[in-house]
């Protein structure tokens, strides 16, 4: 996906660079960390980008599954720490069978999930 480079400007630099000297670990697995990750994202709260509570400190593996996911509007493959799906539309989130044949059998293309829940998934699972 591209970067939209009006959104990382020097200001932003500074503070990134800044935020992952204090915080050197992924939050999610323990590994070094490599971005400063805006865990409700500008685009849905551009008044949080320069907002050092609305960072988190991610690898670069976790950060690839979990944002990318979010910023598609699908939670495809991200999981918690467990390996339980975040994904809303994944069969095992159903509460009844048949409601889990209904999900499963939808088409990939109505299996959105609006960005405001997902960054409310997202704020979740980074406090886990």
């Given at each position: 996906m591209p970067v939209d480079r009006r959104?990382?400007?020097k200001r932003w630099e500074k503070l990134?660079?800044?935020f992952l000297?204090?915080?050197?670990?992924c939050v999610r697995c323990g590994e070094p960390s490599a971005h400063a990750d805006h865990i409700v994202p500008v685009k849905v709260a551009p008044h949080?980008?320069?907002?050092?509570?609305?960072?988190q400190a991610l690898c670069q593996p976790c950060h690839?599954?979990?944002?990318t996911a979010y910023e598609k509007g699908s939670l495809a493959?991200?999981?918690?720490e467990d390996g339980v799906s975040l994904d809303p539309w994944h069969p095992w989130a159903q509460e009844t069978n048949a409601d889990a044949i209904?999900?499963?059998?939808l088409p990939k293309d109505k299996r959105t999930v609006d960005p405001r829940y997902a960054a409310t998934l997202k704020a979740r699972?980074?406090?886990q």
């Open positions: 959104l990382y400007d990134s660079r800044s000297r204090a915080n050197r670990h949080r980008r320069y907002d050092r509570s609305n960072l690839n599954r979990i944002t493959g991200a999981c918690d209904k999900v499963a059998n699972v980074s406090r």
